[in-house]
Every structure is written in structure tokens, then in C-alpha cells.
């Protein structure tokens, strides 16, 4: 089983930057992916960043939701077990709960999810 701890989120203006942690505990399967995603106010949940770890880096490589493209970044850090975003250029349509996401991939079996309990982010003038 994994657990995820999420920190990092708050209140900007717009064009400001925040960067969010997410540090998982237990073990993860090597073939997974770590990432973010957002649920805005009557919105459904969307993929922000996703970043491969183990042997999903040979088959994939990181996603950007199209919103984000050219603003967030995604790394990790395997060592610490944690994955971060780097959000630049904050925009008033980022204002969202940001949930991290760990996703196992095993052959022959449904993808298992794990989710962090959500970080605010409000973006407002």
C-alpha cells in the first residue's frame, strides 16, 4: 500500500508561481507513474503532470495537460520517493484542489491508483 502526503499549495496573484511536493510512503512497483492532477469548482477531475519512475521510463515518457503546457514542470526525486510541480505563470484558471497520483502497471491487471489528500491552489487578484 501507498501514502501520499501533499504540501506546497496556497494563494497567488496571477503570473505568480508555486511549487508542490508529494511524498509517498511504502513500496511502488516499478512500473508506474507518478504525477498531479485538479479539480476546479463544476469541473471534473483533469491530468495536470504525469512523470514515469522504474521501468515505465523506457516505454513513456513525462504528459503535460494542454492548459500547463509551457507554465508547469514536473519532477521527481526517487531517492526521497517525491515528485514535485513547478507552476509558473499562475493564471486565475489554475484555481483548483491538486491531488498527487501514484499509478501501478502490472501485465494482465487493472491499473491501481493511489491519491493524496488534495492541496489548495487559489490564483486571484
Known amino acids: 500500500q501507498v501514502q501520499l502526503v501533499e504540501s506546497g499549495g496556497g494563494s497567488v496573484q496571477p503570473g505568480g508561481s508555486l511549487r508542490l511536493s508529494c511524498a509517498a510512503s511504502g513500496s511502488i512497483f516499478s512500473i508506474n507513474t507518478m504525477g498531479w492532477y485538479r479539480q476546479a469548482p463544476g469541473k471534473q477531475r483533469e491530468v495536470v503532470a504525469t512523470?514515469?519512475?522504474?521501468?515505465?521510463?523506457?516505454?513513456?515518457?513525462?504528459v503535460y495537460g494542454d492548459s500547463v503546457k509551457g507554465r508547469f514542470t514536473i519532477s521527481r526525486d526517487n531517492a526521497k520517493n517525491t515528485v514535485y510541480l513547478q507552476m509558473n505563470n499562475l493564471q486565475l484558471g489554475d484555481t483548483a484542489v491538486y491531488y498527487c497520483?501514484?499509478?501501478?502497471?502490472?501485465?494482465?491487471?487493472?491499473?491501481?491508483?493511489?491519491w493524496g489528500q488534495g492541496t489548495q491552489v487559489t490564483v486571484s487578484s
Open positions: 497520483n501514484v499509478a501501478e502497471f502490472r501485465i494482465g491487471a487493472v491499473r491501481r491508483d493511489y
Open positions: 512523470i514515469p519512475g522504474g521501468t515505465a521510463t523506457n516505454y513513456v515518457d513525462s
